[in-house]
């Protein structure tokens, strides 16, 4: 293919866009090329601008191939390179881990406008898969002792491996957070738990659907509030004083439903960037 031949990354980024066009729209075709480009050659955008008639060696072309290939299947990018970015911290991420979403982000940003930096305070990681929550939370709060608890075994290694490669200490524990038996105080839980109903799974992207772990995506129960409401319990025994979670953002009316039921009158809800309902903070 005469694109490719020339090895010119400016041929190839033609190319390469050409091709990932058929399954994503030009805006995330030319966002995946310079996540590649960074993260496989050490090129910028800037590299490409400055020396359009760069070449790239025959083994680097390759390594672009091999990529687009299984982007051409759907994999996501952050699995084929094994990393992704959250909270400018790099993390680690294989087929075991939901990869970390931007909303998140903006769930631990919500923890740190509440929580002073110098703060010992005890906080718990629910559903802690890649532990990038956790992890973005110590990064910025030295002093306080968190927890990540998850109960996949594979999440909680890799969990593992990102403190080690964040150099922040955290506890991460294997259990059921649906029946837990912690008898530790956290006074603060923050929580990304599984939201997706099984409906809402026909309307999912492919890259999600055949690559993510169900397990982090989907309640193994009917009732698709089952973590919240199995959280919530935990906070009370664990005498909590704040829990912050991810919400689905289709499930308000639900969501307020059950918090009348339990009697909660102090909470408040949070829409994301995208102004999509996404946060809940219920205070004790
Ligand atoms: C939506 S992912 C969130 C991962 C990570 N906190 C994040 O925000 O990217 C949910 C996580 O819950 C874990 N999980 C599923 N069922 C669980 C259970 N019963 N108890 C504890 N963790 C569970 C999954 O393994 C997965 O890592």
Redesign the pocket.
């Known amino acids: 293919m005469k694109d490719w031949k020339s090895n010119k990354i400016v041929d190839i980024k033609k190319y390469f866009e050409n091709s990932l066009t058929t399954i994503y729209s030009i805006g995330e075709t030319q966002s995946i090329f310079k996540i590649l480009i960074e993260s496989k050659l050490g090129l910028s955008q800037k590299d490409l601008i400055i020396n359009p008639d760069l070449k790239i060696s025959e083994s680097e072309v390759l390594q672009i191939q091999f990529a687009l290939k299984r982007l051409l299947k759907n994999e996501p990018i952050q699995y084929i390179l094994g990393e992704t970015q959250f909270f400018d911290l790099k993390i680690k991420v294989t087929p075991s881990?939901?990869i970390?979403?931007p909303e998140?982000e903006e769930l631990v940003n919500w923890v740190l406008e509440d929580v002073k930096v110098s703060s010992q305070v005890s906080i718990l990681?629910?559903?802690?898969?890649?532990g990038?929550?956790a992890i973005a939370l110590k990064s910025n709060l030295p002093n306080a002792k968190i927890t990540g608890?998850?109960?996949?075994k594979e999440?909680l290694s890799i969990a593992k491996q990102n403190a080690q490669l964040n150099k922040v200490i955290i506890d991460f524990v294997e259990?059921?957070?649906?029946d837990s038996t912690m008898k530790e105080r956290y006074e603060i839980i923050v929580s990304?738990?599984?939201?997706v109903s099984r409906e809402e799974a026909i309307q999912m992207q492919d890259n999600v659907l055949k690559y993510e772990?169900h397990?982090?995506?989907f309640p193994?129960s009917e009732d698709v509030l089952i973590f919240y409401k199995s959280i919530f319990k935990f906070a009370l025994k664990s005498g909590s004083k704040w829990v912050y979670f991810?919400i689905n953002q289709y499930k308000e009316e639900e969501l307020i439903n059950w918090l009348k039921l339990e009697n909660v009158t102090d909470f408040t809800f949070k829409n994301d960037i995208s102004g999509n309902l996404r946060f809940l903070k219920i205070s004790f």
């Open positions: 881990v939901l970390p979403r998140t990681d629910a559903c802690s898969g890649s990038c929550i608890v998850d109960i996949s999440a259990d059921n957070m649906l990304n738990p599984p939201y772990p397990l982090a995506l193994e991810e």
